[in-house]
Each structure stands twice: as structure tokens, then as C-alpha cells.
């Protein structure tokens, strides 16, 4: 569990030193209602597909996912140690959640699922990856994308 | 992944978020989030759960329907454990009986030799795993064979550099994927019987300290470290060994109680 009181007191620290950016304004961007969304995911867990470059240390760039990939070819070379990856190697929907996304597609509970679909890998820099996130808003747009799910690792 | 909300907020997407270390999302303030009490990895919950990671992505999703924020919110639940032994409390075992590792001091030759050995002890197991999946694995980073892994990693033992099978990455950015696919390829196997899955804690301490590829990769970290290749030893600073395997050994300090 990452609650800061479960964690051993080196882990803590490790985390409560990590450096996060600060923002001197709250965008915020309204919209219908959750049942006539498009939504995408965008994860930062360092996910490829098979015969994608993998992620090495400090890429900023990103890989892409068409909504029906085949879960037998995403794969995930994200260079961290220091997170699970039993519950991705049993069922990749705990971190790209695209299956689960589906079904509340069908249960009418999102208006629809995106064509396509992201992951960064997380311990890069935000700063590099800004100009990336930037280029990626423009084709969630042409996917007629209302909402994005984020989803770290 | 807080900082990718506000920069696609102001290019004029919605975003919500799920977030895992809620500290970071306070201080980083995305429109939308909902901190989850998961383990890092496991953002939408667990494994074989759809139903509980579906409630997640509604409590996050539900987010978009605020009129103001940022919004942080925290979803009341845990995850399902693992299924398996160790949710029963009775201690999880692997499937396999490697036998006990050849020693730090063992020769290159010596652990190599082990490592071919147990990696051909416990491939029935990762090929049952993967047909229980339809042939889903994680292994495979390197674009090697798993033999091809056990012998390019075991060949930096000595202190030399082997010719790069992946001409276009970095050689010791191929060492990091070729070290990913052998523990991946160990985790799958050691979970492959159903009913009997262990979660990250379990497998984690099982292969750093009872296994020969854990043991070889101990003996490979300092050899790594004195290697004249940077990206090499950035590899032994920074993603060979886990943090919880490093602090291992250390004690606890008391916690003040609050």
C-alpha cells in the first residue's frame, strides 16, 4: 500500500524527496457529462509495443496503442526497480485499464473508447516530456477526445 | 504524471488522474485526481479483478463531473490481495526446488553454468504460465532467446565488454532489458500454478536471496560498477538492485507512535 505511514522509513524518504513541479495556475477544462465522453489513457509505466523501441534511461518520448492491440504484444521496459510488476504480468488492466475501458463503453457508463492510446515512462523529467504531452493534445483532439485518464505506475 | 493533467488542461483536454503517492499530487496540484491506497505498479487495484478496477476508474472518472478545482480525492478502499497461500497466511513456496546457489565467491563459469541450470528447471513453468495467459508474457525486452539472456548477462562477470547483440541501443541499456527479461521470465514461472500467485514482496525476496540468478546479479553490481562504460555503471547506481533489497539487512527504526 503507498500510504506514507505503511512505508520503511528509507522508502518514505525516498519519496518525500522526490522533486514535483509547481504550477502557478489551475487549468480547468469543463465539459458533458462523463456518459458522452471519448476517453483515452495515457500511462506513464513505460509500456511499448513488442517490436517498439524499448524505453532506456531519461527518453522522453512516448509509444502508442490502438485501442484493440493485442495485450500478448504490449510489454513494459520501464527502467525503474522499484514497483511491482506481478499485477501486470498477470493482467495488463491493472496499469493500461483499456479492457476495463471497453466495458464501461458497452455499459454506457463513457460515451466511447479513443482510437488511441499513450504511455510515457514515468521517471523522466516532466519538463521534457511537456513539449511531447503538447504534441500528443493534438492528436487526442483529432481523435475527438474529451477526457483522458492518466495513469502512473 | 500530475505534471501531464496541467499541461494538457491548458491545451484544452479534461484529464483525471489516478494518483499513487498523494504527497506528489499535492504538491504538484493536477485539475483532477483520486489517490488510490495501491501499491506502486497496481495503479487501478489488482490483478483478476475486473469489477474493483472498473469502481476505480468510475470513482475517477466521476471526477470530470466537478465544476471547480483541483480536486483530490481519496478512494476509500484497499485491493484484493493476491490470491494464493499467502493470503491464507501460510507463506508462499515456489512451484519449482532450485536447489541453494553456488556462493558470491562462486567463479563466472561456476554461476553461469547454475544460472543455464535453473533457467532450464523452471522453463515448464514459464511455458504453463504463458499458455494460461494465451501466450501473454512480459519477457522478451532484449529481442533474446531466454538461454541467449543467461549467457550475454553472465558474460559481463568477468569485467568485459561482449559484442552488443542490439547494435542500435547502448550496451548497457541492452544489459537493463536482458536483466528485465530474466526476472521477468523467473516471475512468471514461479507464478505459474493457479491459486498459488505471490505478489511483488514475495517473488522479490525469493529471487534476490534464494535463487542464482539473484545471486549472480549481486555478484554483478560491484563488477558493473567499475565499468569504464558510464551508461554501464549508471545501470549498477541506479536499476540493478531494489531499494527494499538494499535496505534489507538495515533495521527499522522505532516508529514514534502518533
Known amino acids: ?153 | 504524471m500530475s505534471a501531464l493533467g496541467h499541461y494538457l488542461e491548458e491545451e484544452g483536454l479534461a484529464t483525471t488522474q489516478i494518483s499513487l503517492v498523494r504527497p506528489h499530487t499535492e504538491k504538484i496540484r493536477p485539475p483532477r485526481a483520486l489517490w488510490v491506497p495501491f501499491e506502486l505498479g497496481r495503479p487501478i487495484g489488482a490483478p483478476g479483478h475486473p469489477e474493483f478496477q472498473k469502481k476505480v476508474m468510475r470513482a475517477a472518472l466521476a471526477l470530470l463531473e466537478r465544476d471547480a478545482g483541483p480536486v483530490l480525492e481519496d478512494f476509500p478502499e484497499d485491493a484484493p490481495a493476491d490470491a494464493g497461500p499467502s493470503a491464507e497466511g501460510e507463506g508462499w513456496v515456489c512451484p519449482v526446488a532450485l536447489g541453494a546457489p553456488p556462493g558470491l565467491d562462486a567463479e563466472p563459469g561456476s554461476l553461469a553454468a547454475a544460472l543455464a541450470r535453473e533457467i532450464h528447471q523452471l522453463t515448464p513453468w514459464y511455458d504453463l504460465g504463458r499458455e494460461a495467459r494465451g501466450g501473454r508474457t512480459t519477457f522478451g525486452l532484449a529481442g533474446l532467446g531466454i538461454e541467449a539472456v543467461g549467457g550475454f548477462v553472465t558474460s559481463f562477470l568477468d569485467g568485459e565488454r561482449p559484442d552488443n547483440p542490439r547494435p542500435e541501443i547502448e550496451l548497457g541499456d541492452v544489459l537493463k532489458l536482458a536483466i528485465e527479461d530474466l526476472k521477468n521470465y523467473y516471475f512468471e514461472a514461479s507464478n505459474a500454478q493457479p491459486g498459488k500467485t505471490a505478489g511483488n514482496a514475495e517473488l522479490q525476496e525469493w529471487f534476490w536471496n534464494e535463487t542464482t540468478a539473484g545471486e549472480m546479479l549481486r555478484v554483478l553490481h560491484p563488477v558493473i560498477m567499475e565499468s569504464d562504460d558510464s551508461r554501464i555503471r549508471l545501470l549498477g547506481e541506479k536499476a540493478l538492485i531494489p531499494r527494499r533489497q538494499k535496505n534489507r539487512a538495515k533495521p527499522e527504526a522505532p516508529r514514534k507512535a502518533s
Open chain 1, 1 to 153: 500500500m503507498v500510504r506514507m505511514t505503511d512505508l520503511p522509513d528509507y522508502e518514505r524518504e525516498y519519496l518525500l524527496e522526490v522533486p514535483c513541479p509547481t504550477f502557478d495556475s489551475d487549468p480547468w477544462v469543463a465539459g458533458p457529462p462523463v456518459a458522452e465522453r471519448r476517453v483515452a489513457i495515457i500511462s506513464t509505466a513505460g509500456l511499448q509495443r513488442r517490436e517498439d523501441r524499448p524505453f532506456v534511461r531519461d527518453d522522453a518520448d512516448y509509444r502508442v496503442f490502438h485501442k484493440d492491440t493485442d495485450s500478448a504484444d504490449i510489454v513494459m521496459s520501464h527502467v525503474s526497480v522499484n514497483f511491482d510488476r506481478t499485477g501486470f504480468q498477470q493482467d495488463l488492466n491493472v496499469v493500461f485499464p483499456v479492457e476495463r475501458l471497453k466495458e464501461l463503453e458497452a455499459e454506457g457508463a463513457i460515451g466511447s473508447v479513443a482510437d488511441y492510446h499513450y504511455s510515457f515512462m514515468g521517471s523522466t523529467t516532466p519538463d521534457d516530456m511537456e513539449p511531447l504531452v503538447r504534441e500528443i493534445a493534438g492528436y487526442l483532439r483529432e481523435d475527438c477526445v474529451d477526457a483522458v485518464l492518466l495513469a502512473p505506475v
